[in-house]
């Protein structure tokens, strides 16, 4: 099993959709949690950190359910400039290091 | 304020040869930390270098080393290339033990091995 375990896709979606995105990690002792987006052939950017009372900004809604070792991203309204990959990032026990997952990739149609 | 950047941008090597990667922290930033993106996956954690020292190493062989400079700068080395090894490196930088440990990542060097 994958640490860090996210839907395959891709997702194909009309604009002005609502999309989600989930993500499963595997070690419970993770200590933080991210979401990064990756435009094709760019470096990856921070989109936001997660938190575990839930957080939003503007049209994104990150989710964290520890219990279920479970994270969500919610884009509401979506633009054509959100087509990208989405990755779903966790901060190992081990402190330092990051586990990524695969991503997963997004297509927004006019 | 100077972001992330690294050098070069695209580089092709043969197999066996080795190849130095460098990588300039944003300001401020005093942590490295280095990646290898295979085409379709997510970025595998190489290492991250803090205070000139290797504080933690991923499941990558000996044949990858590095190396962090006094003004926090780093260098990635790969010797005996691997047809294996062609991927995008990725260097990502960040402020000791920031609470949110984000990370800010540079461009890139695409690596292609012949």
């Known amino acids: 099993r994958k640490e860090v375990e996210q839907d395959p896709g891709p997702f194909n979606v009309p604009e002005g959709a609502t999309v989600a995105f989930n993500c499963t990690y595997s070690n419970s002792a993770s200590q933080s949690f991210f979401w990064y987006r990756q435009d094709c052939r760019k470096e990856p950017k921070l989109l936001m950190s997660v938190y575990s009372s839930g957080n939003e900004d503007g049209r994104f809604t990150a989710q964290l359910n520890r219990a279920s070792q479970y994270i969500s991203l919610l884009i509401r309204d979506s633009k054509l400039s959100d087509s990208a990959t989405y990755l779903c990032?966790?901060?190992?026990?081990?402190?330092?290091?990051?586990?990524w997952g695969a991503g997963t990739k997004l297509i927004i149609k006019p | 304020d100077a972001g992330v950047t690294q050098s070069p941008t695209h580089l092709i090597k043969t197999r066996g040869q080795q190849v130095t990667l460098r990588c300039s922290p944003k300001s401020g930033h005093d942590t490295v930390s280095w990646y290898q993106q295979a085409l379709g996956q997510g970025p595998q954690f190489i290492f991250q270098?803090?205070?000139?020292?290797?504080?933690q190493r991923g499941n990558f062989p000996d044949r990858f080393s590095g190396h962090q400079f006094p003004n926090y700068s780093s260098e990635l080395n790969v010797n005996a290339l691997w047809l294996g090894d062609s991927a995008l490196y990725l260097c990502?930088?960040?402020?000791?033990?920031?609470?949110?440990?984000?990370?800010?990542f540079g461009p890139g060097t695409r690596l292609t091995v012949t």
């Open positions: 990502a930088s960040s402020l000791g033990e920031t609470p949110n440990y984000e990370q800010y």
């Open positions: 270098y803090y205070e000139e020292e290797e504080r």
């Open positions: 990032v966790v901060r190992g026990d081990s402190n330092y290091q990051l586990i």
